[in-house]
C-alpha cells in the first residue's frame, strides 16, 4: 500500500505550531491548499498586477477554519476536554463538528437561527454536534458560548482559542512557501476578525524565520451592512447576504487593527453588490466557486484599483503580487447561488428542441 506523505498542517508545521511529540494528533487532513494564478482578476487590476487565489474552499469541510480546528481539537484531546463547543455563522460549526467526531469528544453548536447557509448546517448535523439554534444574532452566541465554556467542563473553539489562531496562522506559510517569497498584498474577508490576525501572525513569524525578505500588506474586507472595524462602532443588527461575516462585535476586533497599522494596509467595505459581482465573475470566468462571504476579498480589490488605492505601488514597483484568500467553497450555500442565476431551460425530450435551447 503506497502510503501518503502528506499528513495534514500539524505534521507539516510541527515546529511553528504549540503541540509536543505527546499531542494526539486529530486530522483529516487538512491545509496544502492550492494557490491559483487568476488572469481575469490580474487583467482588471492592470499590466503589473499577478493576482492568486488562495482556495480555501478545498479543506476536508470545505473551509479555512480546519486548519485551525485541527490544532484546537488536538490539544482538547490531549487535555482531556470531553466536549467542545463555539458559536459559528455556519463554518466554525462544520469544522468542529467533523473534527469532534473523529476525536471521539462530544460538540455543541450555537448558531443564529435561520441565518446559517444550507450547507453548513448539514455538516454540523450530519457530523452529530449538539446543534442549538438562538433566536438572536451571532454576537448573542458568542456571549453565550464564552460564558458557558468558562463554567463548565467544554473547550471552546471559536477563534478566541489561541491554538485556531496557531493553526490557521499555516495558510500564510503555505503560500510563501508556494511563492518563495510574500505577496506584495493579501486580500481576505473580515468577520470575527481571527483570520487576518492568524495570517499577519503567520507572516510576521516567518519573516522572522527569514522565509520571506519583506512583509506583505494586509487589505482586509468586511461587509458593508455589517462594517463594525471600518465604521468604529459595534453593529446590533448586522446585514449582509454574506451570512459566513454577518458579525456586529468582532471578537479580534483589536487584533485586526494591529495587522492593518502593522502592515500599512486597511480595512474597508464592500457592498453585497459589490460581493455578489465578484461572486458570479469568479465562478464563471475563473472557474472558482466560493461562498459569497469569500468574494469580499476579490470585490475589495476591485474597489481598490477603481479608488487608486494602487497607483503609488504601480508607480514604484515592477510586478505588484496580491494573494487573496477564498474561505469557504460555494456549495456551502446552493440556495444564494441560485437565487443569484437564471434557472435552467426546460424543454421536450426532443432533439430538436434541445438544439434549439442550447445555442449551437
Ligand atoms: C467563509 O464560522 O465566524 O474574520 O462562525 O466562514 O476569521 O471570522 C466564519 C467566518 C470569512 C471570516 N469567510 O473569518 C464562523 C465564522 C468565511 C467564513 C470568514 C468566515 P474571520
Not at 453548513?120 to 452566541?141: C, P, R, S, T, Y
Not at 494596509?265 to 457592498?271: C, K, R, Y
Request: glycine share 6%.
Amino acid at each position: 500500500m503506497k502510503i501518503a506523505n502528506y499528513q495534514g498542517v500539524i505534521e507539516r508545521y510541527r515546529r511553528f505550531l504549540p503541540v509536543s511529540k505527546d499531542t494526539p494528533v486529530v486530522t483529516l487532513l487538512e491545509g496544502n491548499t492550492p494557490l491559483i494564478f487568476s488572469p481575469k482578476i490580474s487583467e482588471i487590476l492592470g499590466e503589473k498586477f499577478r493576482v492568486f487565489l488562495k482556495y480555501e474552499g478545498l479543506n476536508p469541510t470545505a473551509s479555512f477554519k480546519d486548519r485551525g480546528m485541527t490544532v484546537a481539537v488536538s490539544l482538547a484531546k490531549e487535555e482531556k476536554q470531553s466536549a467542545v463547543i463555539c458559536a459559528s455563522t455556519g463554518n466554525t460549526s462544520a469544522s468542529a463538528a467533523a473534527y469532534a467526531a473523529r476525536a471521539g469528544l462530544k460538540c455543541i453548536v450555537l448558531i443564529p437561527q435561520g441565518a446559517i447557509a444550507l450547507g453548513k448546517l448539514a455538516q454540523a448535523l450530519m457530523h452529530k454536534a449538539e446543534v442549538i439554534a438562538i433566536k438572536g444574532n451571532f454576537d448573542d452566541a458568542l456571549r453565550l458560548v464564552r460564558d458557558i465554556s468558562s463554567h463548565y467542563p467544554v473547550r471552546l473553539v471559536n477563534s478566541l482559542n489561541p491554538h485556531r489562531i496557531e493553526g490557521q496562522k499555516t495558510a500564510a506559510f503555505e503560500i510563501i512557501d508556494t511563492l518563495g517569497d510574500a505577496p506584495t498584498f493579501h486580500s481576505l474577508p473580515v468577520g470575527n476578525a481571527g483570520n487576518i490576525t492568524a495570517y499577519w501572525k503567520g507572516y510576521k513569524e516567518y519573516y522572522s524565520y527569514k522565509k520571506a525578505s519583506h512583509l506583505p500588506v494586509m487589505l482586509g474586507f468586511q461587509a458593508k451592512g455589517s462594517s463594525p472595524i471600518v465604521e468604529g462602532r459595534p453593529f446590533k443588527k448586522p446585514k449582509t447576504i454574506a451570512t459566513a461575516i454577518r458579525i456586529g462585535n468582532p471578537a479580534s476586533w483589536q487584533k485586526a487593527l494591529e495587522a492593518k497599522e502593522e502592515s500599512k494596509g486597511t480595512i474597508d467595505a464592500v457592498t453585497d453588490r459589490e460581493i455578489v459581482y465578484a461572486y458570479k465573475l469568479l465562478a464563471s470566468q475563473e472557474g472558482v466557486f466560493v461562498e459569497p462571504a469569500s468574494s469580499a476579498s476579490v470585490a475589495g480589490l476591485f474597489k481598490l484599483k477603481k479608488e487608486g488605492y494602487f497607483k503609488p505601488f504601480e508607480k514604484k514597483l515592477k510586478r505588484i503580487i496580491i494573494t487573496c484568500t477564498l474561505t469557504g467553497h460555494g456549495l456551502k450555500d446552493p440556495q444564494l447561488a441560485v437565487k443569484k442565476v437564471k434557472p435552467p431551460k426546460v424543454v421536450e425530450p426532443l432533439l430538436e428542441a434541445v438544439i434549439n435551447k442550447a445555442n449551437i
